[in-house]
């Protein structure tokens, strides 16, 4: 095996691959990167427990192969050496089926390789049931869910994201049965009848890949893979079996009071307040709404003290004298996923869920359970 190829555009393709090189010693050959390089192209290809991901480069303006071949390099290091060199491109050679030579400018390293023998086989084969979407959309849905999943594995099942379509619905839920986030996206066209669970983790990574623009990326769903497929790059997840509870029930559809706040001066006024509270893992702090319409955002830590901010808020459907706790984490996160200007708070009583909404976020719910405090 013997190529050359441009370092700027090896080195963006093995950090894409890298978010799924294991660092469990159970399996040292998931710590390497599987290079192909075989019919005028190369792959890079690194899988571990969750994610598999596999990079295409054909691009003959920067890539010149000589002799085709396979063989896994140790991912840590031959990144880092990629990383390292100033060269504008790097020469791969492989010899005696245990090493490879790479040359860049002046440098000349051997890199002892993995074998490619107990290397697993991995499938990326496309699947009837796809959808396509935008990578706008896309990492729209990530970064308004995910955040809401269980990092508890007491029920696997809330560390994923519940995905389903039915028609020109696209619905994405995620709960840690403390909050939920819900975000629906609505098509031209119908859409095959999907209903599977991403673990959250798989898609906080994939997002992590994914450009912000217009590129479309391809979905498609197996009974037990999810696979992404995005430029050059082919991403696949494992998907969490079982059924995801039914959380339509949990959301209110009256309320007690809805208040409407400027989204900035909201998260400014719960971030002072809760700064005493982040010193403990309670995270708790108080919203009183008074008769004059103000609005009081406080907390309590014995062993610290007290904070308490004032705010005005844009509108109040009904001025109800009422106090209801809940954690902050979980009020700037959900507060956080919006990019509307304002947001609105709709309350339902001082102990029930409560759920909030943007003015240009459409159709995205987060809603937060609130806690009993003396």
Same mark, same amino acid.
Request: contains cysteine.
């Given at each position: 095996?013997?190529?050359?190829?441009?370092?700027?555009?090896?080195?963006?393709?093995?950090?894409?691959?890298?978010?799924?090189?294991?660092?469990?010693?159970?399996?040292?050959?998931?710590?390497?990167?599987?290079?192909?390089?075989? *019919?005028?192209?190369?792959?890079?290809?690194?899988?571990?427990?969750?994610?598999?991901?596999?990079?295409?480069? @054909? @691009?003959?303006?920067?890539?010149?192969?000589?002799?085709?071949?396979?063989?896994?390099?140790?991912?840590?290091?031959?990144?880092?050496?990629?990383?390292?060199?100033?060269?504008?491109?790097?020469?791969?050679?492989?010899?005696?089926?245990?090493?490879?030579?790479?040359?860049?400018?002046?440098?000349?390293?051997?890199?002892?390789?993995?074998? %490619?023998?107990?290397?697993?086989?991995?499938?990326?084969? *496309?699947?009837?049931?796809?959808?396509?979407?935008?990578?706008?959309?896309?990492?729209?849905?990530?970064?308004?869910?995910?955040?809401?999943?269980?990092?508890?594995?007491?029920?696997?099942?809330?560390?994923?994201?519940?995905?389903?379509?039915?028609?020109?619905?696209?619905?994405?839920?995620?709960?840690?049965?403390?909050?939920?986030?819900?975000?629906?996206?609505?098509?031209?066209?119908?859409?095959?009848?999907?209903?599977?669970?991403?673990?959250?983790?798989?898609?906080?990574?994939?997002?992590?890949?994914? *450009?912000?623009?217009?590129?479309?990326?391809?979905?498609?769903?197996?009974?037990?893979?999810?696979?992404?497929?995005?430029?050059?790059?082919?991403?696949?997840?494992?998907?969490?079996?079982?059924?995801?509870?039914?959380?339509?029930?949990?959301?209110?559809?009256?309320?007690?009071?809805?208040?409407?706040?400027?989204?900035?001066?909201?998260?400014?006024?719960?971030?002072?307040?809760?700064?005493?509270?982040?010193?403990?893992?309670?995270?708790?702090? %108080?919203?009183?709404?008074?008769?004059?319409?103000?609005?009081?955002?406080?907390?309590?830590?014995?062993?610290?003290?007290?904070?308490?901010?004032?705010?005005?808020?844009?509108?109040?459907?009904?001025?109800?004298?009422?106090?209801?706790?809940?954690?902050?984490?979980?009020?700037?996160?959900?507060?956080?996923?919006? *990019?509307?200007?304002?947001?609105?708070?709709?309350?339902?009583?001082?102990?029930?869920?409560?759920?909030?909404?943007?003015?240009?976020?459409?159709?995205?719910?987060?809603?937060?359970?609130?806690?009993?405090?003396?």
């Amino acid at each position: 095996m013997i190529f050359t190829i441009n370092r700027d555009l090896l080195l963006q393709n093995l950090t894409s691959v890298s978010k799924a090189l294991s660092t469990k010693a159970q399996m040292p050959v998931l710590t390497g990167i599987k290079i192909d390089v075989v *019919d005028n192209k190369i792959l890079l290809t690194a899988s571990n427990s969750e994610i598999s991901i596999q990079a295409c480069i @054909d @691009d003959k303006k920067h890539v010149k192969i000589e002799e085709e071949g396979t063989f896994i390099a140790p991912g840590k290091y031959l990144i880092e050496l990629v990383k390292k060199t100033e060269a504008k491109e790097i020469y791969f050679e492989s010899f005696e089926d245990n090493a490879i030579k790479i040359l860049a400018d002046k440098s000349n390293f051997t890199l002892n390789v993995l074998s %490619k023998d107990d290397y697993p086989i991995i499938s990326f084969a *496309d699947s009837p049931t796809f959808l396509t979407l935008d990578a706008i959309n896309l990492k729209q849905l990530i970064r308004k869910t995910t955040f809401a999943v269980s990092l508890s594995e007491s029920r696997v099942i809330l560390t994923g994201v519940s995905v389903t379509s039915q028609g020109n619905l696209l619905e994405v839920v995620s709960t840690d049965s403390y909050r939920l986030a819900k975000k629906q996206l609505k098509f031209n066209v119908d859409y095959p009848e999907i209903k599977v669970v991403i673990p959250g983790k798989s898609l906080d990574e994939l997002n992590k890949i994914v *450009d912000e623009g217009e590129t479309l990326v391809e979905i498609h769903i197996s009974h037990t893979k999810a696979l992404f497929k995005y430029k050059n790059l082919l991403y696949q997840t494992r998907l969490i079996d079982g059924t995801f509870p039914n959380t339509n029930s949990l959301i209110p559809t009256e309320f007690l009071t809805s208040i409407k706040f400027n989204k900035n001066e909201l998260i400014s006024a719960i971030e002072r307040a809760a700064v005493f509270t982040n010193m403990d893992s309670s995270n708790i702090i %108080k919203l009183t709404l008074n008769s004059d319409k103000t609005v009081e955002i406080a907390s309590t830590t014995n062993e610290i003290g007290a904070a308490q901010e004032e705010l005005n808020p844009i509108e109040c459907s009904n001025v109800v004298p009422f106090q209801i706790a809940f954690s902050s984490k979980y009020f700037l996160e959900a507060i956080k996923s919006f *990019d509307s200007t304002e947001v609105t708070v709709h309350f339902t009583g001082e102990v029930r869920p409560f759920i909030i909404t943007g003015e240009y976020d459409r159709n995205l719910i987060q809603l937060i359970l609130p806690v009993r405090v003396s």
